[in-house]
C-alpha cells in the first residue's frame, strides 16, 4: 500500500487545445502576422516580450481565449508604435481574431480514433480553458462530443477547480487521470490534489504555460499510445 | 388536473444581469461614450443602429459579453468613420472595455435580503450567461455564491440549454421556475420546455434582448415580492 493512488483508472480527463485539436500553432501565426503589421511603427521593440507582458497583465480581466488575445494585440500595437498605428491596422488585427474563431477544427493526429477507442471503456471528461462560446463551437466542430461524459469549459486549471470537477461528478481521485500538454495546467494541478496526470506533450507551448515537471510523470509521445497506458497501469495495479 | 405544471416549487433559476446586479446600465453608459468619440467623425450616422448591426453579426463569433462588445465597437468606431479614427479614440474604447470587466458589483434593490431568505428553503441555481470569467468574477464580487446549489454560466439561453441544466441536475420541470429579466432568454424558453418562469422587467433593456410575453406570465415589479410568490404558489397547489 502506498499514499500514490495506484488503482484501475475509472474516469479519463482530457485537455482540448494542443491536446485534442490544434491551436497553439494558430496563435503563433497571428503573433507573426501582428510582429510584420506592427513592426515598421515599432524600431527596435521586441514585439513578443511587450504582447506577451500585456497577455499576462490582462488575464485577469479577459481570462483565457481568443478575444481577450485579439484586444492585447490591439492595446500592444497602440502602446508600442506610440499611437502611429492607424485604423486599417487595428482592423487587420481584428479581421485576424475573428478567422482564429472562425477556423474548422483540426483534430491531432490519432486523436479521432483513440478517444473513440477509449470512449467505451472509460467516463471521458472533456476539461478545457478560453472562452466559453469558443470552446463550445471548437468541440461541437470536433465531432468527438458525444463520446465525452461530462464536458468542463472552466476559467481557469488550478487546484481548487479541479477539486470541483471532482467533486461535482462525484469521481474519486484515485481513479481519475489528467492527460494533456501543459505542465502547469493539466499536470501539476493534478499532481497537487492527489492524483495521476499523463503528458503528452505538443509541438509548440505557450511561454505562458511553460512549466517542468520533475520528470517522474508518465510522459507519451503520441496520444495513440494512452490506451496501452491505461490498460498497463490497471495490470500493475491488479 | 392540468398538463400545466402546478406543484409546489423546488428549484429556483435566477438570472444573474438585471435580476441580481445592474448591467445593462454599465452597457448604456458606455454607448454613450462611444457615441460622443465617434460622432464626430460620423458624420449623420445612426451610431446605435450600426452598432447594433455590428453586435448582432458578431455574436455568433463573439458570444455574449463586455470583450465581444468592446471588439463590436472598436469594428463599428473604424467602419462609420471610414478609418477616421485613429489609436487615441481606439484605445479610449478599449479603456472602456476593460473598466466595465473591473467594475464592482452593485446589487440590485431587495436581492441581497431576498436571496438570503431563499436559499433555507428552495435550491437556487444561477443561470447567466457572458463572458465565463466575468460572470465567475461578477458572481465572486456579489457575496452570494454560498447561497446557490448550482452555477451554470452558458453561453446561449434556448430551450436545449435549459433542459440539459435540467437533465444534467435531475430537476423535475413541474418543481422548477426560472425568474429574470429577460423575456426573450429568462421567460420564452423556459415555458417552451413545460417549465415555469416569472418575469421581473429592468428599466433597461437591450435590445437584442427586447420581447413580449402574452401576459399571463406572473410579473413582479421587484424581486423582493418573490418569495411571497413562490409560497402562494404552494398554498395554490395543495
Same mark, same amino acid.
Given at each position: 500500500?502506498?499514499?500514490?493512488?495506484?488503482?484501475?483508472?475509472?474516469?479519463?480527463?482530457?485537455?482540448? +487545445?494542443?491536446?485534442?485539436?490544434?491551436?497553439?500553432?494558430?496563435?503563433?501565426?497571428?503573433?507573426?502576422?501582428?510582429?510584420?503589421?506592427?513592426?515598421?511603427?515599432?524600431?527596435?521593440?521586441?514585439?513578443?516580450?511587450?504582447?506577451?507582458?500585456?497577455?499576462?497583465?490582462?488575464?485577469?480581466l479577459?481570462?483565457?481565449? =481568443?478575444?481577450?488575445?485579439?484586444?492585447s494585440?490591439?492595446?500592444?500595437?497602440i502602446?508600442?508604435?506610440?499611437?502611429?498605428?492607424?485604423?486599417?491596422?487595428?482592423?487587420?488585427?481584428?479581421?485576424?481574431?475573428?478567422?482564429?474563431?472562425?477556423?474548422?477544427?483540426?483534430?491531432?493526429?490519432?486523436?479521432?480514433?483513440?478517444?473513440?477507442?477509449?470512449?467505451?471503456?472509460?467516463?471521458?471528461?472533456?476539461?478545457?480553458?478560453?472562452?466559453?462560446?469558443?470552446?463550445?463551437?471548437?468541440?461541437?466542430?470536433?465531432?468527438?462530443?458525444?463520446?465525452?461524459?461530462?464536458?468542463?469549459?472552466?476559467?481557469?486549471?488550478?487546484?481548487?477547480?479541479?477539486?470541483?470537477i471532482?467533486?461535482r461528478? +462525484?469521481?474519486?481521485?484515485?481513479?481519475?487521470v489528467?492527460?494533456?500538454?501543459? =505542465?502547469?495546467?493539466?499536470?501539476?494541478? =493534478?499532481?497537487?490534489?492527489?492524483?495521476?496526470? =499523463?503528458?503528452?506533450?505538443?509541438?509548440?507551448?505557450?511561454?505562458y504555460?511553460?512549466? +517542468?515537471?520533475?520528470?517522474?510523470?508518465?510522459?507519451?509521445?503520441?496520444?495513440? +499510445?494512452?490506451?496501452?497506458?491505461?490498460?498497463?497501469?490497471?495490470?500493475?495495479?491488479a
Open positions: 500500500m502506498t499514499a500514490f493512488p495506484c488503482g484501475p483508472i475509472e474516469v479519463v480527463g482530457l485537455d482540448g +487545445d494542443d491536446t485534442l485539436w490544434r491551436n497553439e500553432e494558430y496563435f503563433a501565426d497571428t503573433q507573426e502576422f501582428f510582429r510584420a503589421l506592427v513592426a515598421p511603427h515599432a524600431d527596435g521593440v521586441d514585439l513578443d516580450a511587450r504582447l506577451a507582458e500585456n497577455e499576462r497583465r490582462n488575464l485577469e479577459f481570462g483565457f481565449g =481568443v478575444k481577450g488575445f485579439t484586444l494585440m490591439i492595446e500592444t500595437a502602446e508600442v508604435s506610440q499611437g502611429r498605428v492607424g485604423a486599417s491596422e487595428v482592423q487587420a488585427l481584428l479581421d485576424r481574431g475573428k478567422a482564429m474563431l472562425a477556423q474548422p477544427v483540426e483534430l491531432l493526429d490519432g486523436v479521432a480514433a483513440t478517444v473513440a477507442e477509449l470512449a467505451p471503456h472509460y467516463r471521458l471528461v472533456l476539461i478545457t480553458k478560453g472562452d466559453l462560446l469558443h470552446q463550445e463551437q471548437k468541440l461541437a466542430r470536433s465531432g468527438l462530443a458525444e463520446l465525452f461524459w461530462h464536458i468542463e469549459i472552466i476559467s481557469e486549471k488550478d487546484e481548487p477547480t479541479y477539486e470541483r471532482l467533486e461528478h +462525484d469521481i474519486d481521485r484515485s481513479r481519475f489528467m492527460v494533456g500538454n501543459s =505542465v502547469r495546467s493539466d499536470i501539476l494541478p =493534478v499532481l497537487a490534489i492527489g492524483a495521476r496526470a =499523463v503528458h503528452i506533450p505538443a509541438a509548440l507551448v505557450w511561454t504555460e511553460h512549466a +517542468d515537471h520533475d520528470g517522474s510523470v508518465p510522459t507519451l509521445r503520441s496520444i495513440r +499510445d494512452l490506451p496501452h497506458w491505461l490498460a498497463s497501469t490497471a495490470a500493475t495495479a
